[in-house]
């Protein structure tokens, strides 16, 4: 969602705005779109000055009252963890776009890298790819690969779909349509839909909110920065880089169902993987350093909306990870994992 402080302690009911979705895998009452009754208050930590730590109570029709410890990061981002007995969460807050006249030209017209994750009525789900706005009201393509509990849907085209901005918050309703013809107006099958959330850095934080799945997610608009871009997006191919991945799904006591951690460095060119190292967490079992080997492992062209594919052959133990990556700009990636046994998404970064 999105709230305003005042400066003074206070976060005002004054366009404010709140997406929740509630357990509402194929349970359209679990989920609440565009409460404007968000409301609440914030202190920082007396007894901890200079920290940056402080507590923030957040208020709505939809939620009740909710508590949140707040770690600010700099002035456009903070940490934040729930420390009541309502849920559990965590999660961050990014500086938005400033003012209350927004419209369609505020998504404005480029590709839009994203992942996005969570659970499914099948179990763990991670989906990714690139969306393309025309930033007069339509997503005019792209594409959207979803990984359903191992289940891969090999990456079909989006078609034409409108998407609405609200005027006063900001507030994106997004569908991503992977059917023909015309768009439907709500979600089914073939359309996810999204409550997303400018930030004044080009991203866009999203939250689904059909009853496909439960997820959230971050949408990277490619090259946001024009100095970031000055060698194209298929610059990072060429480079020493860190990667992380992470398992999706939230699974309470079932081991089997639980995904592995992945963090690690390799050495990419333009073609090939020359090497590198993983650390891999598999929950019942940790491989630290384990070495990536050149044979077996790949790298395909990206597309013309920077979406390509690659793969790990890690060697000791043996261990494959088939990734999709889809490019921000020279120094970064979207990753997702479409194996049928790793449900994990993650990010690549350029070291040098």
């Known amino acids: 969602g999105v709230f305003s402080a005042d400066g003074a302690g206070n976060i005002p009911a004054t366009n404010t705005i709140l997406d929740v979705n509630d357990d509402g895998i194929g349970n359209a009452s679990g989920i609440t779109t565009g409460d404007t009754t968000l409301h609440g208050f914030y202190q920082f930590d007396g007894a901890f000055p200079g920290t940056g730590r402080g507590t923030l109570t957040l208020t709505s029709t939809t939620t009740g009252s909710r508590e949140y410890a707040f770690y600010i990061v700099d002035g456009a981002h903070m940490q934040m ?20 006249s927004f419209s369609t030209a505020s998504l404005v017209s480029a590709n839009y890298s994203f992942t996005n994750g969570g659970n499914s009525s099948a179990g763990a789900y991670a989906g990714g790819g ?30 034409a779909c ?16 992977t059917g023909t013809g015309a768009c439907p107006s709500t979600a089914s099958a073939n359309v996810s839909e999204f409550a997303a959330y400018l930030t004044a850095e080009g991203t866009a934080l999203m939250l689904e909110i059909d009853a496909n799945a439960v997820t959230i997610g971050t949408a990277y608009q490619q090259c946001f920065v024009a100095s970031a871009c000055s060698s194209g997006v298929a610059a990072i191919m060429g480079a020493s880089t860190s990667l992380g991945l992470t398992g999706e799904g939230t699974f309470h006591k079932n081991p089997s169902a639980y995904q592995q951690n992945v963090v690690g460095q390799i050495a990419l060119s333009s073609t090939s993987i020359s090497g590198g190292d993983l650390d891999i967490n598999n929950f019942n079992a940790v491989f630290p350093e384990d070495p990536v080997g050149t044979s077996g492992s790949s790298i395909g062209t990206a597309s013309s909306t920077g979406r390509g594919t690659f793969v790990i052959a890690a060697t000791n133990p043996t261990a494959t990870y088939n990734l999709i990556y889809y490019l921000i700009d020279d120094n970064s990636a979207l990753l997702l994992d479409k194996d049928s046994s790793l449900v994990l998404r993650g990010a690549l970064a350029r070291q040098f």
Not at 88 to 100: I, K, M, Q
Not at 142 to 157: E, H, Q, R
Not at 162 to 177: E, M, Q, S, W
Request: proline share 6%; aromatic share 10%.
């Open 81 to 100: 963890v729930e420390i009541d007995s309502n849920a559990f969460v965590a999660g961050r807050a990014v500086g938005a776009p400033t003012g209350n």
């Open 130 to 159: 690139v969306f393309v706005s025309d930033g007069s009201g339509t997503i005019t393509g792209g594409t959207f690969d979803i990984n359903n509990a191992g289940s891969y849907n090999s990456g079909p085209a989006l078609s």
């Open 162 to 177: 409108p998407y609405t901005v609200d005027p006063a918050t900001g507030r994106i309703d997004l569908k991503l349509f």
